[in-house]
């Protein structure tokens, strides 16, 4: 059993930068792949980035990449997703979520957190 906290959403102008951690909880952390998704108002869960267990691999979505970093720090079971150039199309709920293997599936994901919320504002 895995248990995730995010933290670190908030208000922000367009532009600008946050970074979103996602704290474990349980056992064998490296083990997980990580994936952030997010759902903006109105809208279906997407996918935003994802990391393997090793860090070796990562994937992100066409609409952040070279914007947005996935990093894990496995020795403290956390996940963080820096989010630079933040736009207003970015405002989501944001969740963070582990599974056996790297995907941009939601359903290969087991665990959620229950999300943060991040809001751009032009």
């Known amino acids: 059993q895995v248990q995730l906290v995010e933290s670190g959403g908030g208000l922000v102008q367009a532009g600008g930068s946050l970074r979103l951690s996602c704290a474990a909880s349980?056992?064998?952390?490296?083990?997980?792949?990580m994936g952030w998704f997010r759902q903006p108002p109105g809208k279906e869960r997407e996918f935003v980035a994802a990391i393997s267990g090793s860090a070796l691999s990562t994937d992100y979505s066409d609409s952040v990449k070279g914007r947005f970093t996935i990093s894990r720090d496995n020795a403290k079971n956390t996940v963080h997703l820096q989010m630079n150039s933040l736009k207003p199309e970015d405002t989501a709920v944001y969740y963070c979520?582990?599974?056996?293997?790297?995907?941009?599936?939601?359903?290969?994901?087991?665990?959620w957190g229950q999300g943060t919320q991040v809001t751009v504002s032009s």
């Open positions: 979520a582990a599974g056996s293997i790297l995907s941009t599936r939601s359903g290969r994901y087991n665990y």
């Open positions: 349980g056992r064998r952390f490296s083990t997980y792949a």
